[in-house]
């Protein structure tokens, strides 16, 4: 996961464009990246009819054999109905469009095990997988401000101590710290519950699992940026008017430190998404995770298509709205595409 | 970067990197990592120096015993020894690893190169590939495969290499570029070096060195995503003393042993931060900016 945030930092942004108006230059930019994230989008959802067409197999033999739990092969009058219900007679690019048509009302398809739409299944566990994400990414935060405000920028041991952790807690893989926590906090302590569920007190376990190694990438990237302000010339004159070094560590520094931060919340909502997966294994708790789970060993790839292209929907939204909030926030981006 | 030394410098390779080493002090974390690496090394090559029982003989009488002097790091539910298990399972992990990495730093190479340096028709069609696959996350990538291949050693070793290709295609497409606007290249064209030689001579190795690293930091995060998948039971299956499997096995008697659960996911730790210490080193070292 480290590689991926260089990924982030990799990407250039190119100098402001000065001959053109600026308003045109706004709306330019506006346009270009909606239109990027609309062509991601097709493209995630394209990639993953793909694999639904190149899947190994006969699908309505897969979709007979799970529903059945039997392991056969069947005749063609058995798979004629089959065929003839989900559209599977139909050409290829006809099931294409039909597919596509279907995505902006948000029908995702029938899951071949449970026998239901995937919108609805996905409805129904959404709300616990959100609350879980969207619970560590704050946690994160509340962890990785302060932790960088005291340790970065002040002398190399201190330094060099906060960012070991760093470096530590992201490098743990969320499995584990999950089994760590449940053994000690749970089974030990007996401080929480250990079977899973969805309450306040089922929810904390699998928070800080998640947040921890975020908290940990979070504080790299706020730390570099914060110590490269630090150099910066107008931290001196604040100082030189006679700010005080904590007020102007807050007030001016952390500001800037934080939009690399940002910018790797908006990268973590996809993984944090995926990441989940994971947690909610190792806690038990209903939620997207457990349902991806048991649809990829089922092989149910219309309900593996449907989470994987609601990830990919979400990622690049989010992604888009940061980018158009940069644009708002960042004068210097308005003119580079 | 050390763009020009190669110019100047012809024998700035190997030797320099050694004599840099010799008068760096080596951190006291990179000398335990060391240490840790080389004994999973050890571990994977030849288990049975290292391992005090079998990894498969049961012995139902001293099942789920806690760590002791005899089992160092307890026994499962059937009463197999747990720390010759971490170490007969050390192979299979570290292989499905590496390989992971090995594919995808081929797949990384050949994109990444190719989508750097290829004319525009070709390259602007993979930039966008790579772009979509950004937006799918790792583990999701991974898994997508891996319901594609069906669970086994081999699919997981795919489907992990596969699922971090395209991260690795955008750094090594970021790197060749930053060398393709570098003088020195621009220089070896106005020679009039055909571009073939361009690209071995001057290229691949300046745009490669920064990257000598990130294999090391890859392949312990591969260990992590594989294990992973296989704590989910969609990898190596249970019986085989793989370290993801492990975990998934010891789930079911969390409650009374912790040792089933902790000691497994440590081997996993120890090698993902161990591999990443040194990775980071290295590129630290190949940048020249190691203290």
Sequence with gaps: MA?????????????????????????????????????????????????????????????????SGQTIARTPEELAPINALYGFDQPILTQYIHYIAGLPHGDLGTSFELQRSVANIIGEQIAPTFTLAGSALLLAWIFAVPWTLFTAGRGRRIGAFGSATETIMAGLPQYWIGILLLIVFAIGLRWF???????????????????VPLAGFLGQSIRSEFDRTMREPFVLSARARGMSGVGVRARHVLRHALIPGITLSGWAIGHLLSGTVLVETVFARPGLG?????????????????????????YVVINLVLDLIYLVVDPRLRGAV | MTDVTTDIRPAAGRAGLVSRLAIVRVPVSIVL???????????????????????????????????????????????????????????GSL???????????????????????????????????????????????????????????????????????????????????????????EAARALGHPWQIVFIQHIAPNAFRPLVGLVALGIGQSVVWASGLSFLGLGVAPPSPEWGALLEAGKASITVAWWLEIFPGLAIVLVALSFTQIGQYIQDLAEGNAR
């Design chain 1, 3 to 67: 590689v991926d945030s260089s990924i982030i930092e990799a990407v250039p942004i190119s100098g402001a464009n000065a001959q053109r108006h600026p308003a045109v230059n706004i709306l330019r930019t506006v346009l270009l990246k909606v239109g990027s994230a609309i062509f991601v989008l097709w493209g995630a959802v394209t990639i993953t009819f793909i694999v639904l067409m190149v899947l190994p197999g006969d699908r309505a033999t897969i979709l007979l054999n799970i529903t």
């Design chain 1, 193 to 211: 519950p250990v079977i899973g569920g969805t309450s306040f007190m089922n929810t904390v376990l699998p928070t800080v699992t998640l947040a």
């Design chain 1, 290 to 314: 457990a349902i991806l789970v048991n649809a990829v060993s089922n092989k149910d790839f219309a309900l593996v298509s449907g989470c994987v292209i609601l990830n990919s929907f979400l």
């Design chain 2, 33 to 91: 990592s060391a240490l840790a690496v080389l004994f999973f090394v050890i571990a994977a090559a030849a288990p049975s120096v290292l391992s005090t029982h079998s990894a498969f003989d049961t012995d139902l009488l001293s099942s789920l015993t806690p760590p002791a002097a005899d089992h160092w790091l307890g026994t499962d539910d059937i009463g197999r020894d747990l720390y010759s298990r971490i170490i007969w399972g050390t192979r």
């Design chain 2, 95 to 185: 292989l499905i690893g590496v390989g992971a990495m090995a594919v995808a730093f081929a797949g990384a190479t050949v994109l990444g190169f190719t989508a750097a340096l290829a004319p525009k028709w070709v390259a602007q069609p993979i930039n966008r590939i790579l772009e979509i696959l950004l937006a799918f996350p790792t583990l999701l990538l991974a898994l997508l495969f891996v319901a594609l291949l069906g669970p086994s050693a081999t699919s997981l070793l795919i489907s992990v290499g596969l699922g971090t290709t395209p991260g690795y295609a955008r750094l090594i497409r970021a790197q060749t570029l930053k060398v393709k606007q570098s003088g020195y290249v």
